[in-house]
């Protein structure tokens, strides 16, 4: 993160739909530095906005993820049914899936119900091309109408975010296969190393392209991921692969260009993901430039919002990184802020929860949130 030389940040923008936005942007400003807490809280509104529908979802899987008008019509519907506390605000997510940069480099999207899944392109590596981002292709040209309508759209009313692109050995993972790439480090180091580079260079020209588009009055960005915002090059970063590999594997083939991916963002969260990533914290806190770390357990573990994360949370707060914890229970939160700290922590709340809960934990929080804007 470039550190700001004045005590905050001035903002100028101003949504309906999130009448303490300026105040939002402050607090998350501080997260970022270390020196408060966040809270991403979405309460369930008794009326909803503006008259606004929910759609009927389209039988199609593809229409559904990539039409542009209906994924605006759906997003539009949520955000009308909650308001924003806290540290949460509207923003439509304007992601295909999690891995939308491989479709841009030749991996194909197979759409399901929840997720998108992306099929491998590369199958000779002695036979393959350089790895080059070229415009004007299908997937991109999707992702590029769906930030066009949501801005057409927002009138002021939410953000419009990046999409979660994903970068390094995870999107040669896309285009190689996961497991064939797990050979190829072994195989073809020098190789791999060489695509790392070319992939490198494609997310830093998508990334441009997208922050021309979506960027706020003072630089900042929404990412679609974990409900960021940062007022610079904000983005999630990760490396979901690294849990098959050594802490010196690591070391060797994703911290390079993971450590010159966050010198470009000005604002970075890595997602951990799963236990046997924990073993990359230390890797990860040699990353200067990296500003926060999020955890998520994986499915059959608790929540993040457990006790039994509380050490791991400690443990990144004092190398020198904020956060993140998400999916916590509301009746986790203020324990885990008492146990771990407010400074430099972030928790996103599982939800949406209705408005007495979302007050009473305001109430609880309050003695750690002084200071607030």
Known sequence: MHEPTQPTIPVTDTLAWKPDWPACQQNLIRWWKHQGMALCLEVIREQRREDIPVPEVPADLEVRWTNARYRCDAAEGVMAGLDYWAEAFP??????????????????????????WYEPCIDDPARTAPIRFAKHQQWFDAHMALIDEGLARARGRYLVGIPDLIEN??????????????????????????????????YFQVFDLFYAKV??????????????????KTAKVQCDITASLSP???????????????????????????????????????????DAIEWTPQAGKPGGGDPC?????????????????????????????????????????????????AGKMMRELEPYRRGAV
Not at 91 to 102: A, K, M, N, R, V
Request: proline share 5%; with cysteine; net charge negative.
């Open 248 to 290: 010196q594997m690591f070391r060797r083939f994703v911290q390079p260009t993971l450590r010159e991916q966050c010198e470009y963002l000005d604002y970075s969260l890595y997602h951990l993901d799963g236990t046997n990533a924990r073993q990359h914290v230390e890797p990860l806190l040699e990353i200067d430039a990296l």
């Open 309 to 357: 994360w509380y050490e791991l949370y400690r443990r990144i707060l004092a190398g020198g990184k904020s956060v993140q914890a998400v999916g916590v229970r509301p009746e986790e939160v203020v324990s885990l802020v008492d146990a771990v700290g407010p400074q430099g922590l972030f928790v996103t709340v599982n939800g949406p929860v209705n408005r007495r809960t």
């Open 169 to 202: 050995l995870d999107t040669l993972a896309a285009l190689r296969g996961d497991g064939n790439l797990l050979y190829d480090l072994l195989d073809r180091p020098t190789w791999v190393l060489e695509r790392l580079e070319e992939i490198k260079a494609a």
């Open 215 to 232: 960027h706020t009055a003072e630089g900042g960005n929404a990412f679609s991921a974990f409900h960021i915002w940062g007022p610079g």
């Open 91 to 116: 923003y439509f997510d304007t992601q295909i899936g999690p891995g939308s940069l491989g479709t841009f480099l030749g991996s194909q999207p197979n759409f399901a119900v929840d997720t998108v």
